[in-house]
T-cell receptor
Framework: RKEVEQDPGPFNVPEGATVAFNCTYS??????FFWYRQDCRKEPKLLMS???SGNEDGRFTAQLNRASQYISLLIRDSKLSDSATYLC?????????????FGAGTRLAVHP | DVKVTQSSRYLVKRTGEKVFLECVQD?????MFWYRQDPGLGLRLIYF???????EKGDIPEGYSVSREKKERFSLILESASTNQTSMYLC???????????FGPGTRLTVT
């Protein structure tokens, strides 16, 4: 079983749609959670951290459910520029070091 | 603004060649990382360094070595390139005790 699992997609949605991505992780002791965004042929960049209480950044809302080991990302009012791959990332303390474990990503394509 | 640069965007090498991939960061970050990214597998950690002259194996170190002689520079070495090392290689850096990583633009290596 992969440590961080995501539906690879692609999710094809029209502009203005609301879309949600989910992610599960296997290590119940994981400490930190993030969503990174990766545009085609570009490097990953931090989109937002995910907190237990849930957090929002504009059109983006992230939720964490520790009991189910589940993370979600909701994008409202999708824009063409939201088209990208979204990486679910879990931070573990491993061997005394903070280690990031990346999911394989969920691809989103927003069309006019 | 954090900047992580990598020596080449695209590289083509022959089987058995020694390959050097260079990474430089300008934010005085203590920690540096080398990942490879393959379709469906996500980013996998090859090696990381938490300080100058220090290195730790990641999840897939076989066939690779690293060098960190200066704080800003982290090199990945393929001692004898093989076709299964054809991949996208991403370098990243971060401040000590932080989870947020900043990535370079990546080097797409093809081994023929």
């Amino acid at each position: 079983r992969k440590e961080v699992e995501q539906d690879p997609g692609p999710f094809n949605v029209p502009e203005g749609a609301t879309v949600a991505f989910n992610c599960t992780y296997s290590n119940s002791a994981s400490q930190s959670f993030f969503w990174y965004r990766q545009d085609c042929r570009k490097e990953p960049k931090l989109l937002m951290s995910v907190y237990s209480s849930g957090n929002e950044d504009g059109r983006f809302t992230a939720q964490l459910n520790r009991a189910s080991q589940y993370i979600s990302l909701l994008i409202r009012d999708s824009k063409l520029s939201d088209s990208a791959t979204y990486l679910c990332v879990v931070g573990d303390l491993s061997g005394g070091y903070n280690k990031l474990i990346f999911g394989a990503g969920t691809r989103l394509a927003v069309h006019p | 603004d954090v900047k992580v640069t990598q020596s080449s965007r695209y590289l083509v090498k022959r089987t058995g060649e020694k390959v050097f991939l260079e990474c430089v960061q300008d934010m005085d970050h203590e920690n540096m990382f080398w990942y490879r990214q393959d379709p469906g597998l996500g980013l996998r950690l090859i090696y990381f360094s938490y300080d100058v002259k220090m290195k730790e194996k990641g999840d897939i170190p076989e066939g690779y070595s690293v060098s960190r002689e200066k704080k800003e520079r982290f090199s990945l070495i393929l001692e004898s390139a093989s076709t299964n090392q054809t991949s996208m290689y991403l370098c990243a850096s971060r401040r000590q005790n932080s989870y947020e990583q900043y990535f370079g633009p990546g080097t797409r290596l093809t081994v023929t």
